[in-house]
């Protein structure tokens, strides 16, 4: 029988603790305005940012009832809030949850991907880029580069040829899964189903080479991870992901593919999830779901459980890092991978919580004036920031024009490379 938690069993965050990260705050000021002056000298790309999924379930997609050029109390994101935080280029990310796979994801892909157009073609502010050449010049023009990534692989519906179409409307990377298992890769948070990548998701890879798309392992299983750094022929990137040194979470990366990446060459770009990256907020989770559980377990699914699960969870606040602990990920991973592996992947409007004082993307200057009360050198903070992964997109572009000299596009079919048998019912004859 399962234990029953009560809320005295629980830690609560000390009142005296928040002090602490007052003076942390109070000692980083001094570092700001360098902060500012390295962040006008070359652009901070921040990796995932999921405004446009935001804009869609609560906005209807409708950038009039979503004016962006006004500062917004409801998202994270904003163009003020983006100027004063000095960012020089985002990959907007067009996202669908898993649970749409086999259920119209390329459709509502495909409308994320025609909803950043349609934000970046509105705001003088922001200017599309497809290449790292794009990014620096949109930089160097004093507007926001803009970028896509495309936020699990069951979007593209097992089929190359939709691959090919979301390259062609301006996506970059591509997150293999998200949350669950797709038909050819394993997701961190699902059951292992295929020991990785299958040999139809070794097809998708090798045709995101191709193509110049970038392949981004968050959230991935470790055994994908692994298959993708031994079959690519480009750099990979982790668009949003932490150090598991920290936290025991399945979507952080262990060090010993903290390791491997750096050979691959690729980048890690580190997130704001503050379950993540902060094992307090970690087990305050887990321990959050056990009670649901006990309760559900107890009373059912109803307004009762649900009531006295509310109770629990005011009584027992989440709690959430500060600054220093992105930083402590940050520079692990330079630490492990190396400087030229580590970048910035925030998450903004795609999470419920952040870090004490990165609330938003005006605060980039913030996380940087930390990095310097810790010593970084200007060249380090500008390789964090946004040389490392403009390297990376240079050397997958170098790539594709390699592989486009001498492959044509993949034929692959799921159906055949993995005997797939999804299309059995389309080869009935025909009754007309």
Same mark, same amino acid.
């Given at each position: 029988?399962?234990?029953?938690?009560?809320?005295?069993? *629980?830690?609560?965050?000390?009142?005296?603790?928040?002090?602490?990260?007052?003076?942390?705050?109070?000692?980083?000021?001094?570092?700001?305005?360098?902060?500012?002056?390295?962040?006008?000298?070359?652009?901070?790309?921040?990796?995932?940012?999921?405004?446009?999924? @935001?804009?869609?379930?609560n906005y209807g997609l409708g950038l009039d009832?979503?004016?962006?050029?006004?500062?917004?109390?409801?998202?994270?994101?904003?163009?003020?809030?983006? $100027?004063?935080?000095?960012?020089?280029?985002?990959?907007?990310?067009?996202?669908?949850?898993?649970?749409?796979?086999?259920?119209?994801?390329?459709? *509502?892909?495909?409308?994320?991907?025609?909803?950043?157009?349609?934000?970046? @073609?509105?705001?003088?502010?922001?200017?599309?880029?497809?290449? /790292?050449?794009?990014?620096?010049?949109?930089?160097?023009?004093?507007?926001v580069a803009s970028l896509i990534g495309l #936020?699990?692989? &069951?979007?593209?519906?097992?089929?190359?040829?939709?691959?090919?179409?979301?390259? =062609?409307?301006?996506?970059?990377?591509?997150?293999? !899964?998200?949350?669950?298992n797709t038909d050819w890769a394993d997701a961190?948070?699902?059951?292992?189903?295929?020991?990785?990548?299958?040999?139809?998701?070794?097809?998708?890879?090798?045709?995101?080479?191709?193509?110049?798309?970038?392949?981004?392992?968050?959230?991935?299983?470790?055994?994908?991870?692994?298959?993708?750094?031994? %079959?690519? &022929?480009?750099?990979?990137?982790?668009?949003?992901?932490?150090?598991?040194?920290? !936290?025991?979470?399945?979507?952080?990366?262990?060090?010993?593919?903290? $390791?491997?990446? /750096?050979?691959?060459?690729?980048?890690?770009?580190?997130?704001?999830?503050?379950?993540?990256?902060?094992?307090?907020?970690?087990?305050?989770?887990?321990?959050?779901?056990?009670?649901? =559980?006990?309760? %559900?377990?107890?009373?059912?699914?109803?307004?009762?459980?649900? /009531?006295?699960?509310?109770?629990?969870?005011?009584?027992?606040?989440?709690?959430?890092?500060?600054? #220093? !602990?992105?930083?402590?990920?940050? @520079?692990?991973?330079?630490?492990?991978?190396?400087?030229?592996?580590?970048?910035?992947?925030?998450?903004?409007?795609?999470?419920?919580?952040?870090?004490?004082?990165?609330?938003?993307?005006? !605060?980039?200057?913030?996380?940087? /004036?930390?990095?310097?009360?810790?010593? +970084?050198?200007?060249?380090?903070? &500008?390789?964090?920031?946004?040389?490392?992964?403009?390297? *990376?997109?240079?050397?997958?572009?170098?790539?594709?024009?390699?592989?486009?000299?001498?492959?044509?596009?993949?034929?692959?079919?799921?159906?055949?490379? =993995?005997?797939?048998?999804?299309?059995?019912? +389309?080869?009935?004859? $025909? #009754? =007309?």
């Amino acid at each position: 029988m399962r234990r029953h938690v009560f809320a005295s069993s *629980v830690p609560v965050i000390l009142l005296g603790m928040v002090p602490g990260i007052l003076i942390a705050q109070t000692d980083r000021t001094e570092y700001l305005e360098r902060a500012r002056e390295l962040l006008r000298e070359s652009p901070l790309i921040d990796g995932h940012n999921d405004l446009p999924w @935001e804009a869609r379930i609560n906005y209807g997609l409708g950038l009039d009832s979503l004016d962006i050029a006004q500062r917004q109390d409801s998202t994270m994101t904003d163009i003020p809030r983006l $100027r004063e935080g000095l960012v020089g280029g985002q990959f907007w990310v067009a996202y669908v949850p898993s649970s749409f796979h086999h259920r119209g994801a390329p459709r *509502v892909g495909m409308e994320q991907v025609d909803f950043i157009h349609q934000m970046v @073609e509105r705001y003088h502010d922001l200017e599309f880029a497809g290449t /790292a050449d794009e990014v620096v010049a949109a930089f160097e023009s004093g507007r926001v580069a803009s970028l896509i990534g495309l #936020e699990g692989g &069951h979007i593209i519906e097992n089929s190359l040829g939709l691959l090919r179409q979301f390259y =062609d409307r301006g996506v970059r990377y591509m997150t293999l !899964t998200h949350s669950r298992n797709t038909d050819w890769a394993d997701a961190s948070t699902d059951s292992l189903e295929h020991g990785g990548l299958t040999a139809f998701g070794e097809e998708v890879v090798h045709e995101m080479n191709r193509l110049g798309m970038m392949v981004d392992l968050s959230h991935v299983s470790d055994s994908t991870m692994w298959d993708v750094l031994r %079959v690519t &022929h480009a750099p990979v990137i982790f668009s949003h992901s932490s150090a598991r040194h920290f !936290t025991p979470h399945r979507r952080n990366v262990p060090d010993d593919v903290l $390791r491997a990446v /750096a050979e691959n060459d690729g980048v890690l770009m580190v997130n704001y999830v503050t379950s993540f990256i902060y094992l307090p907020t970690y087990e305050w989770e887990e321990r959050s779901s056990l009670v649901r =559980d006990s309760l %559900v377990e107890a009373m059912g699914e109803g307004e009762a459980s649900q /009531a006295l699960f509310e109770v629990w969870r005011e009584a027992n606040e989440r709690p959430l890092p500060g600054i #220093e !602990t992105v930083a402590d990920h940050i @520079e692990h991973i330079r630490d492990v991978a190396g400087i030229d592996h580590v970048g910035i992947g925030a998450d903004l409007d795609g999470i419920g919580s952040t870090p004490i004082g990165l609330e938003d993307v005006s !605060t980039f200057p913030d996380l940087i /004036a930390e990095l310097l009360a810790r010593g +970084w050198e200007d060249e380090e903070i &500008h390789q964090f920031t946004g040389r490392n992964i403009l390297r *990376v997109m240079r050397a997958v572009e170098r790539v594709a024009t390699e592989l486009q000299a001498t492959t044509s596009p993949s034929t692959a079919r799921i159906e055949e490379v =993995d005997h797939w048998a999804f299309e059995t019912e +389309w080869r009935e004859p $025909r #009754e =007309d």
